[in-house]
């Protein structure tokens, strides 16, 4: 143990006594280290040295702006490696985007970098300056990183993608706290474990104490867990059989004039034929056979048209509706504004098997620079998407009733990624039913065969844990999947195939999650009573010289 804390100490003295380029880059470095514990990858062991790192980087400043410098290159970092692949998106139409794609990937980095930074700044406001890092140092930064994720999550319409706590999501029983506080407070708990050991190169007479409770509680996770699993048994709607499409479209031949027509006919004969365009299997088929699917759903605008303005089309896709069902389908809606440019929407159709257009949603949440561009005038060239308006927001989150289905709410791709943010709001749908599942239709054919959408669908296994719903995903090139309401996988497609699933739909859990009732706010309570009894702690610690930088 001894020889162990004496390294400790060498390393933190090392890390503490670089200056200049040096600290910046083994700044950016922690923070990539950080994002291979992100999905796919998952290699949560990184996040020690990554976290611990940064605590011994910032106890070493002296000034508030030598922490946040540390804090911006290590979220700089971390933010460069866990989105690179947002740059697939512009290679879409080369020729116009591909000078953008440094700018892209650069630019987000340093504006996602401002996250950490100030939580970094806050670490140094919060701890003794000049001590050594002790047990209160790893209180601290988890309660702050907390704080600024959810910032993150809200600030400038949002971006709450790769919250700490989806590192966990390749463990069913390590997710499962979520119901409970949610992804912002499984963030909470993953920083302050990863950080503890950040006090084994302290001066107090038990340094090694806050590791050993960081991995016991961690333990106790996991144990909870598999004892809220043990009795967790799936079951399904009854006379409710989906079939989810999974075309496997190119992104660049979507909108293609010639090719359109095509790609809808394809998707009609993958709604028809369970074996596929080639006889291939689907995910379920060498299992048992299926029933005939009582409902059919495609991805997000897999129909390459203003489809409520095509009523042939609209009489072809009737086709493909079950008789007694529906087809629910993504596509452009436009509606006319007097006096102004048509509003166009991104939106989910409900098609009947006569044809009729029974219901519609329109997409809230938009994308920057995707579906909209901020001050559209100036920058209206850097749209990646077809045309050069910007989409209009649709009202807010809807509970829809469909025949044949239970109540459910609608989400448009990275909708499903904001906790407490996928039903309506208290109080809005007093009168109406409750949602009993989730439905997030999305194209993942931008970001290519990459971790964005294995990321996406990290995101959205914790929705079904965080509200206690069973959540159906359908994407064009995958990941289309069933999940049950503690985010466990019930059937799947793999990103890059084309095929289709045949499932039954997952019954909610009937008694609702602490989370849902009181969303996000038990996380941020939690987070600041990590920071003020971090702060506590920290003060108690002896103090010990290390070095410091500039």
């Not at 739909?505 to 939690?526: C, D, K, M, Q």
Request: hydrophobic share 50%; proline share 8%.
């Amino acid at each position: 143990m001894t020889a162990a804390l004496t390294g400790a100490r060498r390393l933190r003295d090392l890390a503490s006594g670089l200056t200049g380029w040096r600290r910046r880059g083994l700044a950016a470095a922690l923070g990539v280290l950080a994002a291979g514990a992100l999905p796919p990858l998952h290699l949560v062991f990184l996040l020690v040295p990554a976290f611990v790192g940064l605590i011994w980087l910032v106890a070493s400043r002296r000034r508030f702006r030598g922490a946040l410098a540390d804090g911006w290159w290590f979220g700089a970092g971390h933010a460069a490696a866990g989105t690179f692949w947002i740059s697939h998106s512009l290679t879409i139409d080369l020729a116009r985007h591909g000078w953008l794609i440094p700018i892209a990937v650069l630019g987000f980095a340093a504006v996602l970098g401002l996250f950490p930074a100030l939580a970094a700044g806050l670490l140094h406001r919060l701890r003794r300056t000049g001590t050594a890092p002790g047990g209160g140092d790893a209180l601290i930064l988890a309660g702050v990183w907390t704080g600024t994720e959810w910032l993150r999550g809200w600030l400038f319409t949002g971006f709450p993608w790769n919250l700490m706590g989806t590192v966990w999501t390749f463990a069913d029983a390590m997710i499962q706290p979520a119901s409970m506080f949610g992804a912002f407070g499984l963030s909470l708990v993953t920083v302050w474990a990863a950080a503890a050991p950040a006090s084994l190169a302290g001066a107090g007479r038990r340094p090694w104490l806050a590791t050993a409770f960081a991995a016991a509680f961690l333990a106790g996770v996991w144990g909870g867990g598999q004892w809220r699993l043990a009795g967790a048994e799936t079951a399904f709607a009854p006379g409710v059989h989906l079939r989810l499409v999974q075309p496997n479209i190119a992104q660049a031949d979507k909108w293609r004039a010639g090719l359109r027509a095509g790609h809808v006919t394809r998707q009609i004969e993958l709604s028809l034929n369970p074996k596929g365009l080639n006889g291939e299997p689907t995910a379920l088929q060498d299992r048992e056979p299926a029933p005939e699917p009582t409902h059919v759903i495609w991805a997000e605008t897999a129909v390459p048209y203003v489809l409520g303005r095509e009523p042939v089309l609209l009489r072809a896709l009737s086709h493909a509706t079950p008789v007694a069902g529906a087809l629910l389908t993504g596509s452009l809606r436009i509606e006319d504004a007097p006096g102004g440019p048509p509003r166009v929407y991104n939106s989910l159709y409900v098609i009947e098997a006569s044809g009729r257009v029974a219901l519609t949603y329109d997409k809230q949440h938009l994308v920057p620079f995707g579906e909209y561009v901020p001050f559209q005038d100036w920058l209206g060239f850097l749209k990646i998407t077809q045309g050069r308006g910007n989409f209009t927001p649709g009202p807010g989150p809807r509970v829809l009733e469909v025949k044949g289905l239970p109540p459910f709410s609608p989400l448009i791709c990275y909708e499903v990624i904001f906790p407490h943010a996928v039903l309506p709001p208290a109080g809005e749908n007093v009168d109406g039913p409750r949602a009993r599942w989730l439905l997030n239709i999305t194209n993942d054919a931008w970001f290519g065969v990459s971790p964005g959408p294995y990321q996406h669908l990290a995101a959205a296994r914790l929705r079904s844990v965080e509200e206690g719903l069973p959540l159906v995903r359908v994407a064009n090139t995958g990941i289309s999947a069933v999940i049950d309401p503690w985010g466990r996988t019930v059937a799947a497609l793999g990103l890059g195939q084309a095929g289709a699933i045949d499932a039954g739909l997952p019954e909610p859990i009937e008694a609702r999650t602490l989370f849902s009732r009181i969303g996000n706010a038990l996380a941020l309570v939690l987070a600041g009573l990590f920071a003020a009894l971090g702060y506590l702690v920290q003060r108690r610690d002896e103090t010990g010289e290390s070095p410091s930088a500039a």
